[in-house]
């Protein structure tokens, strides 16, 4: 009997000793493991962090400045004319030109006749009479393209107006790249010259028929072939200024302010 205790009493202390044994190992293990999470040569690198300060350089900015004259890829815009639609004249000032950055084919009259029956016809109709839609509800009404003033402007001009805005019409550079406002600008133009086309324009052996006559095959009503007129809602926010056309629109290239310079107030004796 008090053999088999001393047996028992000794196989407890063997497995106690075993437990100990594996409790220090698992420590030990977890102690490298914790040692070796702790190391901090990456986090302590040296780098510069975005809008903090840096003694490395001699203007303690650690976001360095662009190099001078840097472009982005894709956005050099070296044809400035393409981009802008003016040039500078000799006077210094901006100047349209009558001249398209590239050349139109029936592709490129295609996409403007798109562009402008998307974004331009609700206020200068389909024809470019100034009278579209929203006109017809009380909009100011828009620009006629066949008017004497505008006949007479450069076709950068419309390229300009598209890019900035024109009177009360906000400008459309974020609706058109610059390559569809060159088209919505060699369209209006065609637009200009079929308004006014003439029988002898028309090539040899092509049959001419009347607008009155197309609305009648076309099951049209009669006053589609008839003149637009300006509709009673439609209002003139300012009184027309026949030198800027009907209606009055803003100049496109205005004079520089006049700048005034105050007189030095007398000194307090």
Not at 52 to 76: C, I, K, M, W, Y
Not at 116 to 133: A, D, Q
Not at 213 to 232: D, G, K, N
């Amino acid at each position: 009997m008090i053999r088999d205790q001393r047996s028992e009493i000794r196989d407890q202390e063997a497995a106690s000793g075993y437990r100990v044994r594996c409790i220090v190992a698992v420590a030990g293990l977890t102690a490298v493991m914790l040692t070796a999470g702790c190391r901090q040569d990456m986090h302590n690198q040296p780098k510069i962090r975005s809008q903090r300060g840096s003694e490395f350089f001699a203007d303690h900015r650690g976001a360095r400045p662009q190099v001078a004259n840097t472009v982005a890829r894709g956005q050099l815009h070296e044809d400035s004319y393409f981009y802008t639609g003016v040039v500078q004249a000799a006077n210094g000032y901006r100047e349209e030109k009558d001249e398209m950055p590239f050349p139109v084919t029936m592709e490129v009259l295609k996409r403007g006749q798109e562009r402008f029956n998307i974004y331009c016809t609700p206020c200068h109709s389909r024809v470019g009479n100034g009278l579209g839609e929203i006109v017809q509800r009380g909009y100011k009404p828009a620009a006629n393209y066949h008017d004497q003033v505008r006949l007479s402007q450069p076709i950068s001009h419309y390229f300009y107006v598209m890019s900035h805005g024109y009177g009360a019409m906000p400008d459309y550079s974020a609706q058109l790249d610059p390559e569809d406002r060159w088209a919505v600008a060699a369209y209006i133009r065609a637009l200009q010259l079929s308004q006014a086309a003439r029988t002898s324009d028309v090539p040899a052996g092509v049959e001419v028929k009347s607008l009155k006559e197309i609305a009648r095959v076309q099951h049209l009503p009669e006053s589609f072939a008839e003149p637009w007129t300006l509709p009673a809602t439609a209002i003139l926010a300012n009184p027309n200024d026949m030198k800027q056309g009907n209606p009055a629109l803003a100049p496109a290239n205005p004079a520089p302010p006049e700048i005034k310079i105050p007189l030095s107030k007398p000194e307090k004796r």
